[in-house]
Every structure is written in structure tokens, then in C-alpha cells.
């Protein structure tokens, strides 16, 4: 996650940028009551970008990123160590 920031009129939605292989990507996700924006950068999360585009609020989401969790709990899924970016899952 290069960057993050609140989606304007939305309790839920952060817009994140990511870095896959050598391009950006923007995507929104529903988690902005489980984590702040300054929390999300720098981290390395699982992406499908294989998805269509779809627009929320205004902004093109090009992708989702995996979290899991049930009722007042969100954890979003991440790396155990470094890899590139863009790497598959395997």
C-alpha cells in the first residue's frame, strides 16, 4: 500500500493505492471502521485484480483486497515476509 486516505461522504470506504509490478492500481474497501489510513500504508496485502472495474462513490475500484473476519472484527490478509510486488499466489 503506497498510499491511503478517506473516501469523502463515506463512514466505510478507504481508497488505496497499490503498487503491482510496475503499475499503480487504486482499489476501495469497506474496512475504514477497522483501520486508519496511516495504518494501511507501507503494508504488503493479497489483492484479486482480475475483477472487473467497478465504481463507488465516484472512484473506479480496480481490484479487492482480501480481509477476513466476522462481526466487529477485520483483519486484513497479509504477507509473512517480503516479496515483489505483484507476486502471485500460489
Avoid: F
Avoid at 474497501?29 to 465516484?58: C, E, F, W
Avoid at 486484513?76 to 516479496?83: A, Y
Amino acid at each position: 500500500v503506497t498510499a491511503c486516505e478517506p473516501v469523502p461522504k463515506s463512514d466505510k470506504l478507504l481508497k488505496l493505492t497499490l503498487k503491482v509490478g510496475s503499475e499503480m492500481r487504486m482499489v476501495l474497501s469497506g474496512i475504514a471502521q477497522h483501520y486508519t489510513p496511516d495504518a494501511l500504508v507501507g503494508k504488503t496485502v493479497v489483492l484479486l485484480y482480475n475483477l472487473a472495474p467497478r465504481k463507488m462513490r465516484g472512484v473506479e475500484s480496480q481490484g479487492m483486497i482480501l480481509a477476513a473476519g466476522e462481526g466487529d472484527v477485520c483483519r486484513l490478509l497479509t504477507i509473512d515476509g517480503d516479496v515483489d510486488d505483484g507476486s502471485g499466489i500460489s
